[in-house]
């Protein structure tokens, strides 16, 4: 699954849906392989996650780096990726991170690709630096799937 997150309404925060879209246009994935919008579920999207042994999450992610700054977390380090929460949705996905470990269900292969924001505001626009991320962080879902043996389809 690739599972993009994010609140189109607050400026950065939207870049995982962005990257989802754009993804979704520029590449083609073998059946098995579900890109998902998950918006601002949080931890609604824990019956959406079960049975897929591979999760690919795209979000705005805050690392310290500098705006635009493509991210790439997995394993045992994503919670303290979402420690520092962004918006409310990020709150929730703390807890479903959370509820995974104790359940004992993390997928096998649990990565977040994300970019750190400029801002997060009432907006519709991602700031500059983050728009001239997204072909990075797009191409990156792409080699993290090919890196798990899915086969992609190049840019059409």
Same mark, same amino acid.
């Given at each position: ?107 096998? &292969? ?25 072909? &990075? ?8 799937? &090919? ?10």
């Amino acid at each position: 699954m690739v599972l993009g997150l994010g609140n189109r309404l607050m400026t950065d925060d939207a870049v995982g849906l962005e990257a989802l879209a754009a993804f979704r246009a520029a590449y083609g994935v073998p059946d098995g392989v579900d890109l998902v919008d998950g918006g601002t579920l949080g931890l609604d999207l824990l019956v959406h996650m079960e049975g897929y042994p591979r999760v690919l999450i795209l979000d705005c992610v805050t690392t310290g780096e500098a705006p635009g700054t493509v991210v790439r977390v997995e394993g045992d380090a994503i919670p303290t990726v979402f420690a520092e929460c962004l918006s409310p949705h990020q709150m929730g996905l703390q807890d479903l991170v959370a509820v995974l470990h104790l359940q004992g269900r993390v997928p096998e &292969r649990f990565t977040v690709l994300g970019v750190e924001p400029g801002e997060i505001g009432v907006g519709l626009e991602l700031t500059e630096p983050v728009r001239r991320s997204l072909s &990075r962080l797009v191409a990156a879902a792409a080699d993290e799937l &090919r890196g798990w043996g899915v086969v992609v389809h190049d840019p059409v």
